[in-house]
T-cell receptor
Framework: NAGVTQTPKFQVLKTGQSMTLQCAQD?????MSWYRQDPGMGLRLIHY???????DQGEVPNGYNVSRSTTEDFPLRLLSAAPSQTSVYFC?????????????FGPGTRLLVL | QQQVKQSPQSLIVQKGGISIINCAYE??????FPWYQQFPGKGPALLIA?????SEKKEGRFTISFNKSAKQFSLHIMDSQPGDSATYFC?????????????FGTGTRLTIIP
């Protein structure tokens, strides 16, 4: 199993540009989520999904869109990038339900918005 | 509002010593408390976790101590080794159907010196 994979590893954008961060998992996990990690702030939940066709907002959803058309993929879209979105983005997945505690994180995407 | 407060921000411990990282939470509905370990350039990985029905959980050199009345929990790393040098995050969630909404602390950068 490849686990949770993310692409690209690093991206530079100009203010106002759009892009999609890709996330895929091959563990048949129902639950997937996106976090951003900023110095001194830990990881903050952006959006999450409990299954195909179902998404919901986390703590910091503004400026980001998500969709979940398949169990495996959960892309994160930045419609109009802003310097405040410079961060490291992590995708995570897990089984969904009581006892399914472990969330598996991808290697991250480092995004720089100029 | 930071629902999970973590301290210290950074910690230097000599090899063989005990590393202690503390977290405090505010939401009494939290019922799952994991610790994640993150190495540079990697995503976080689950290290150990506890539920509030026990006051301590030990896995090898890693122990979580939990104080429900004080709303505090801590990670103890016994016989700390250079390979333990990493950033550690505490987290908390409410497990209605799973643990989809992890609230993370701000992280502790641990350095083990020879």
């Amino acid at each position: 199993n490849a686990g949770v994979t993310q692409t690209p590893k690093f991206q530079v954008l100009k203010t106002g540009q759009s892009m999609t961060l890709q996330c895929a998992q091959d563990m048949n996990h129902e639950y997937m989520s996106w976090y951003r990690q900023d110095p001194g702030m830990g990881l903050r939940l952006i959006h999450y999904s409990v299954g195909a066709g179902i998404t919901d907002q986390g703590e910091v959803p503004n400026g980001y869109n998500v969709s979940r058309s398949t169990t495996e993929d959960f892309p994160l879209r930045l419609l109009s990038a802003a310097p405040s979105q410079t961060s490291v983005y992590f995708c995570a997945s897990s089984y969904y339900g009581q006892g399914s505690e472990t969330q598996y994180f991808g290697p991250g995407t480092r995004l720089l918005v100029l | 509002q930071q629902q999970v407060k973590q301290s210290p921000q950074s910690l230097i411990v000599q090899k063989g010593g005990i590393s202690i990282i503390n977290c405090a939470y505010e939401n009494t509905a939290f019922d799952y408390f994991p610790w994640y370990q993150q190495f540079p350039g990697k995503g976080p990985a689950l290290l150990i976790a506890i539920r509030p029905d026990v006051s301590e959980k030990k896995e090898g050199r890693f122990t979580i101590s939990f104080n429900k009345s004080a709303k505090q929990f801590s990670l103890h790393i016994m016989d700390s080794q250079p390979g333990d040098s990493a950033t550690y995050f505490c987290a908390a969630s409410i497990s209605n159907f799973g643990n989809e909404k992890l609230t993370f602390g701000t992280g502790t950068r641990l350095t083990i010196i020879p």
